[in-house]
């Protein structure tokens, strides 16, 4: 059984990391750690991301974490993942389709981490079902979204609709909701709380699917 925990409210601190000891992944929405700035966080100005990592290092826990990340005047919408002392990487959001002051990175990433490989999207990529499947083809045993939207329920839906389709859990944890959807397709967890621990059941269910289409004939 996957346990999460699930913050949409508090920063990521030390301090509270006793909320999660049971848990073997803790998710944080944009409140949990500070902007990043790349150049202040290379110069040793700010020590953001080191002490994002030391945090997970004391909890020997995957933490991942929403935040705002400036890389010289780029701002984009990221997550920041770091797994018992070591940051692993940040993804970028990679979608949107309004004009907006924020930039945009490029591909998606499967994290393997001591929990297990964790696929990570930001914000509106949840509407990117190419996305999905592409972690789902790279072996993604959980796939996390995390946003400061505030989710609809045509969210909803897409999380129940990709699981089911693509056999991986999806959590979400958005600025007013976390919700999470199993390989059934069913909501397993849904709650607008600050925090919540999410039990969940991981394993992988493979079936034959035999198709037929218009094209050339293989040699």
Known sequence: MFKIYCNLKDECKETNSQNYQGANLAIFGFNGIPNINYKSELSG??????????ISRSSQKVLISGAITD????????????DKGKLLGISDMCLNFNKSEYSLGCGYKVYYTSAGKIGVI????????????????????VIVNVSDFCSKEQDHFLLRAYSYLYGVPIISVTA????????????????????????????????????????????
Do not use: W
Request: with cysteine; hydrophobic share 35%.
């Open 71 to 82: 890389n010289y005047g780029i701002i984009r919408k990221s997550c920041a993942v770091a």
């Open 176 to 219: 007013n909701c976390v919700m999470a959807s199993n390989i059934n397709g069913e909501i397993c967890s849904k709650s607008p709380l600050k925090d919540l621990e999410i039990s969940m059941p991981i394993r992988k269910v493979y079936r034959l699917v035999t198709n037929k289409r218009r094209g050339v004939k293989p040699q």
């Open 45 to 54: 100005k700010t020590n953001v991301l080191h002490d994002f990592a030391s």
């Open 122 to 141: 930001v914000g509106s990529d949840l509407i990117d079902g190419d996305g999905i499947k592409a972690m789902a083809l790279c072996e993604a045993d």
